[in-house]
């Protein structure tokens, strides 16, 4: 069993960055993948990122590639999502999720979710 507590959102001018934390309780958060996802009013839940157990293979969604930075520090059960560069299409709730170290970029792939925290940029 996992729980998961994500904070850091806010609301952000266009251009600017944010980092979200999501800090996850259990004694095996170093055997999960990690990742975000992202949804806004009236879409679906939408894959943003996603490392690695050990944190050396990271994914990303074609639309934060090279603007978004997953990271996580296994020692503090925690894994990060540095947001640069940030658009008003990037406003959202900001999802953490756990996994299997098989996991993806599915939203059926992860089993554990956090509540979100908000994210909103203004033009």
């Known amino acids: 069993q996992v729980q998961l507590v994500e904070s850091g959102g806010g609301l952000v001018q266009a251009g600017g960055s944010l980092r979200l934390s999501c800090a996850a309780s259990?004694?095996?958060?170093?055997?999960?993948?990690m990742a975000w996802f992202r949804q806004a009013p009236g879409k679906e839940r939408e894959f943003v990122a996603a490392?690695?157990?050990?944190?050396?293979?990271?994914y990303y969604g074609k639309y934060v590639k090279g603007r978004f930075t997953i990271s996580r520090d296994n020692a503090k059960n925690t894994v990060y999502l540095q947001m640069n560069s940030l658009q008003p299409e990037d406003t959202a709730v900001y999802y953490c999720?756990?996994?299997?170290?098989?996991?993806?970029?599915?939203?059926?792939?992860?089993?554990?979710w956090g509540r979100g925290t908000q994210v909103t940029v203004s033009s």
């Open positions: 999720a756990a996994g299997s170290p098989s996991s993806k970029s599915a939203v059926g792939e992860y089993d554990y």
């Open positions: 259990g004694r095996t958060f170093s055997s999960y993948t």
């Open positions: 490392i690695s157990y050990g944190g050396s293979i990271t």
